[in-house]
């Protein structure tokens, strides 16, 4: 609430042209899948667990979507995300946590010097 007691809006969040491009693309995806599957959105909604609404949102790329929900929207038409062999993506996993274990478990923010020598 702001100092008037009235809920603050919301900040408009502004994602990069990539970001959208990506989330357009398996949105398409999703509604390709779906109506290849001669699922309805209702029948796809049901599956998921969601709101008829989530699924259109998602099948339009909206950015506002939970990436959980969209991923398996996605696993429910086909829409294969990554490698289609779950043993592939077991050994990217394992790699991907391998490699995090060697950095370190923190990023501090670069120390900028001060230049006081007036």
């Known amino acids: 609430m702001d100092h008037d ?3 603050a809006k919301p ?4 994602y990069s042209r ?9 949105g398409l995806m999703i509604r390709s899948g779906r109506i290849e ?5 209702a029948e796809l909604a049901e599956r998921a667990g969601v709101s008829r609404g989530l699924v259109h949102r998602a099948e339009q790329g909206d950015m506002g979507c939970a ?10 038409v086909g829409v294969s995300l990554f490698e289609a062999d ?16 060697l950095l370190p ?9 001060v230049k006081d020598d007036f």
């Open 5 to 7: 007691g009235f809920m």
């Open 11 to 14: 900040v408009a969040r502004t």
């Open 18 to 26: 990539y970001s959208r491009d990506a989330a357009r693309l398996l």
């Open 37 to 41: 599957r001669e699922l309805t959105i």
């Open 67 to 76: 990436i959980g929900t969209v991923f398996e929207l996605a696993a429910l």
């Open 86 to 101: 779950q043993s592939v993506t077991a050994l990217h996993i394992a790699n991907a946590e391998k490699t995090l274990s």
């Open 105 to 113: 478990r923190s990023v501090h923010p670069t120390r900028k010097d």
